[in-house]
């Protein structure tokens, strides 16, 4: 294996162990959550917690279709309530969602190129600030985020 070809792996392992990592935090988060606070906003503007994750979700898949080289569906900005309506159903599609976009990422990890790359790094960027809302959102009801534990 050429240098380059090495670094190219070493990059990319680095970079989809980032994708897992804040995908895994959001899934925690979300597992603390009681099934009765799915529907919480702190203030009538905002997403509630379920229609964030929901959200975050329907962003996965678009990594996930980037990484194959498909054109990635940007219409609804999220998943359907009535399509995950319950807590069950929106952890299910949001670790699905999460698990699809890192094996993507895996399949051919030489379509990282600089510009996918950047595009992926954009969007553990925007897992990143959806966990920073809804780690307020479970502090506002008295849970403290397992990551922020110990």
Not at 42 to 64: D, G, Q
Request: glycine share 2%; hydrophobic share 40%; with cysteine.
């Amino acid at each position: 294996m050429s240098t380059k070809a090495a670094q190219q792996e070493t990059a990319s392992a680095k970079l989809i162990a980032r994708w897992e990592q804040i995908c895994q935090k959001l899934a925690a988060l979300t597992d603390e959550m009681p099934a009765n606070k799915f529907h919480y906003k702190p203030i009538e503007s905002l997403r509630t917690f379920e229609e964030v994750l929901r959200h975050v979700a329907f962003w996965n898949y678009y990594v996930a279709d980037s990484a194959r080289g498909e054109t990635p569906n940007d219409t609804a900005n999220e998943l359907s309530k009535e399509e995950f309506p319950t807590k069950t159903a929106v952890i299910k599609v949001l670790r699905r969602s999460a698990a699809d976009a890192a094996g993507a990422l895996k399949e051919h990890p030489e379509r990282l190129t600089p510009a996918l790359t950047e595009m992926v790094v954009t969007f553990i960027e925007h897992n990143c600030e959806h966990y920073g809302q809804l780690a307020v959102y479970a502090r506002l009801n008295g849970i403290v985020p397992p990551a922020s534990r110990n």
